[in-house]
């Protein structure tokens, strides 16, 4: 039976993103919501609002018992978990399957192997996916010395259990290793529950490109390009493109196929995206991680291939197989994201929540925004500081950049404090401009 009624468990941007889609294939939309986003866009756009208890996410947006129950009572026939919250946890996938409720996203087992980085990093390994030299887990200081004998400096210390930046550390200094080690695990066992964590070499002239797949029930894999994520600060992206500029065609393809090499050796289904690092010196690329959910960044993918990979997720979830073939898929173009956030660059990024005063959005041909705000929307304390998206696409990456510069201009926000002044320093950077992007660019700039 196709899919008639969604239980949306997401908040902001990706919650509208979701909702705008099913509107479109005719689909029914509940929402879940928190306290504090009961007057949300998403909220008054949905079909129907449910609330699903407090602001803290630890009361709402994280309780797979309570959303559950709610999915149940409301009669949904599917779960969509957009991205971040549980959009990674296997639990709740799982708990889907035994209820009859469609996930819409991977198997269980897909998001439980691909989650723990060790596990990702021997699957890579198996099918012939490059991964960088490195360590299996390792549970003290003395483990990481050893591995430091073999590989040299500098490392790399990252959780096995999560991503996203937390409990990883660059270690540049023997003496530094079990101050690092101890502060690294600490971290990641107040994110995830989980202190493992290995080793892994640390590659300083870095690029950090990511190819988005797409699989079915039936076996058949195809990618939808690359996206250069290495505009990012402390491992948070703030820019992202597609596709990648300056690398070789022949790097390029490697890269594509590498990426649909590992999603068929695991017979992956549903939308993906899995991650690699380029070391720009030896024009060499290792496998980094595999993200099983949608995409922040996945509209610049949508802007030059064309294809609704919301859609995507819920053709795949319904059973259907795959529209097109990886000869149908043609980019077109060039295209920009930039991440809006309610921070204050010049204040070390300090979150600056409150309510907008002033919302003017920018416009014109090949813009897009994707936003849950408004004018005189509060944006809460609860939840990530991220505003909006402007998307552009250009006929090439110059053009890109000009129609983003431009959209930046336009965007007016008063009230709180944004990215935004921040964002067109960037895009005006010359090593921005002329493509020779790496993940210690923003380092460079705001020094």
């Not at 407090?54 to 957009?82: F, M, Q, R």
């Not at 921005?432 to 210690?440: A, I, K």
């Amino acid at each position: 039976m196709a899919i008639s009624r969604i239980f949306i468990i997401n908040r902001g941007e990706i919650a509208l993103r979701i909702i705008r889609t099913c509107k479109v294939l005719g689909i029914e939309t509940i929402l879940a919501v928190s306290e504090a986003d009961q007057d949300s866009l998403p909220a008054r756009l949905a079909d129907k609002a449910v609330v699903i208890g407090k602001a803290p996410a630890a009361k709402s947006y994280l309780n797979i018992p309570t959303i559950i129950s709610t999915a149940v009572s409301v009669g949904a026939d599917a779960i969509h978990p957009g991205y971040g919250f549980l959009a990674e946890v296997p639990e709740l996938a799982q708990v889907c399957a035994e209820k009859g409720i469609v996930y819409v996203g991977p198997q269980p087992d897909h998001i439980l192997k691909m989650g723990n980085k060790l596990v990702a990093r021997a699957i890579a390994q198996e099918c012939a996916v490059p991964v960088l030299p490195g360590s299996e887990k390792v549970a003290s200081y003395e483990e990481v010395l050893q591995t430091i004998e073999k590989i040299g400096l500098p490392v790399m210390l990252k959780a096995a259990a999560g991503g996203g930046g937390r409990g990883m550390k660059v270690v540049t200094d023997r003496a530094q290793v079990k101050t690092v080690f101890e502060s690294a695990s600490a971290e990641a066992k107040a994110a995830f529950g989980d202190g493992t964590m290995y080793v892994e070499k640390y590659i300083a002239n870095a690029r950090h490109i990511e190819v988005q797949v797409l699989g079915d029930k039936y076996g058949n894999v195809v990618h939808l390009g690359e996206r250069d994520c290495s505009t990012q600060r402390r491992h948070q992206k703030l820019v992202e493109e597609a596709m990648a500029p300056i690398i070789s065609e022949e790097l390029r393809q490697d890269i594509h196929n590498a990426a649909v090499k590992l999603a068929e050796n695991i017979s992956y289904e549903n939308a993906g995206t899995v991650e690699f690092i380029v070391d720009q010196d030896e024009a060499t690329f290792y496998f980094l991680e595999m993200n099983t959910r949608i995409q922040v960044e996945h509209p610049v993918t949508e802007m030059i291939t064309g294809v609704d990979l919301i859609q995507e997720q819920i053709n795949v979830a319904n059973g259907q197989t795959l529209r097109f073939t990886q000869a149908d898929i043609q980019f077109k173009g060039h295209a920009i994201e930039c991440r809006i956030n309610a921070e204050e660059p010049a204040e070390g990024f300090r979150p600056t929540p409150g309510v907008i005063t002033k919302w003017e959005m920018p416009q014109g041909p090949g813009v897009r925004v994707d936003t849950h705000c408004y004018q005189g929307y509060k944006v809460p304390v609860y939840y990530d500081s991220m505003i909006a998206k402007v998307i552009v696409h250009g006929e090439t990456r110059e053009h890109a950049i000009q129609r983003m510069i431009v959209a930046l201009d336009e965007f007016t926000v008063e009230g709180i404090s944004t990215t935004i002044p921040f964002l067109k320093q960037v895009l005006q950077d010359e090593d921005f401009e002329s493509g020779h992007v790496h993940t210690r660019l923003l380092e460079k700039i705001m020094a």
